[in-house]
């Protein structure tokens, strides 16, 4: 089973779980070249994409997911809102309803050997959700645009081989940046984005022996730098007793091409 971001971050985020085989992307708010190119890379094509779940409707999660469905045929799984949101982006001009297939929070969707489980999460968005992808008893957990993260969050990334989660802004940074006042409010509240230092805590409270690989993804690009969120959640991780018995390898996606491929063994 395989982890592979093909681009994560404030700028847009596609992300491809699953084998050789075939799997499935969580978004496409790239382009549909960038979406080909970089399956490409691993020798992929989007005849190996059975599905693509959406987290939810902001511009970076869907931007690419129209051209890819004129493309291929795809069938899309979101909640009901966010499925409702997309189609009053617009976008979706000459493809079909049919392939949208609404689910609820609490849902289980199975392709194949593969099981996709949404959960709640807080962000501005009409019903958002993250998700976690098991596969051959391994399970992968992708978790971004959180204001905050709950129980339920920890409940449902506890137990995963590898995730991909939130690192979005330095708050010194944020607070001192150029954004207005009130982008601002927005992004530090409970329905915006997780701070590094606020991943850096939800990713203590999911450590275990298991897991094998941690990406940080979503960084802004006004707001943080790739080296900024790695040291300030390792410097985190390096109090717990925990990480330091692990053999665990920390990383961050990179934002407009493809990181490279981590495999679940």
């Known amino acids: 089973m395989h982890l592979y971001s093909i681009a994560s971050g404030s700028s847009g985020n596609c992300i491809y779980v699953g084998t050789e085989e075939s799997g499935v992307l969580i978004d496409v708010g790239i382009s549909l070249k960038k979406v080909r190119e970089g399956l490409e890379q691993q020798n992929l094509s989007l005849e190996h994409v059975k599905a693509i779940f959406v987290t939810h409707e902001h511009t970076d999660h869907i931007s690419g997911l129209g051209p890819v469905l004129r493309k291929a045929p795809i069938p899309v799984y979101a909640t009901g809102d966010t499925v409702a949101a997309i189609w009053e982006k617009g976008n979706m001009k000459n493809i079909s309803p049919d392939l949208f297939h609404s689910i609820r929070r609490t849902d289980e969707v199975e392709l194949g050997d593969m099981l996709v489980r949404p959960f709640p999460i807080s962000h501005d968005a009409a019903d958002p959700v993250c998700y976690t992808v098991e596969q051959g008893g391994h399970r992968i957990g992708i978790a971004t645009d959180m204001g905050k993260y709950t129980d339920e969050t920890i409940e449902n990334l506890g137990e995963c081989d590898s995730i991909l989660i939130e690192a979005n802004h330095d708050i010194n940074l944020l607070q001192v940046g150029a954004y207005p006042y009130s982008l601002k409010m927005r992004i530090l509240g409970?329905?915006?984005?997780?701070?590094?230092?606020?991943?850096?805590?939800?990713?203590?409270?999911?450590?275990?022996?298991?897991?094998?690989?941690?990406?940080?993804?979503?960084?802004?690009?006004?707001?943080?730098?790739?080296?900024?969120?790695?040291?300030?959640?390792?410097?985190?991780?390096d109090q717990s007793e925990t990480w330091s018995a692990m053999d665990t390898k920390l990383l961050v996606a990179k934002r407009y091409e493809p990181t490279e491929l981590l495999e679940i063994y």
Not at 206 to 222: A, D, R, Y
């Open 190 to 237: 409970d329905r915006g984005h997780l701070s590094n230092d606020a991943s850096a805590r939800l990713i203590k409270e999911i450590l275990h022996p298991g897991m094998q690989h941690i990406m940080l993804g979503h960084l802004s690009k006004e707001n943080n730098f790739p080296e900024l969120a790695y040291q300030t959640v390792q410097y985190e991780l």
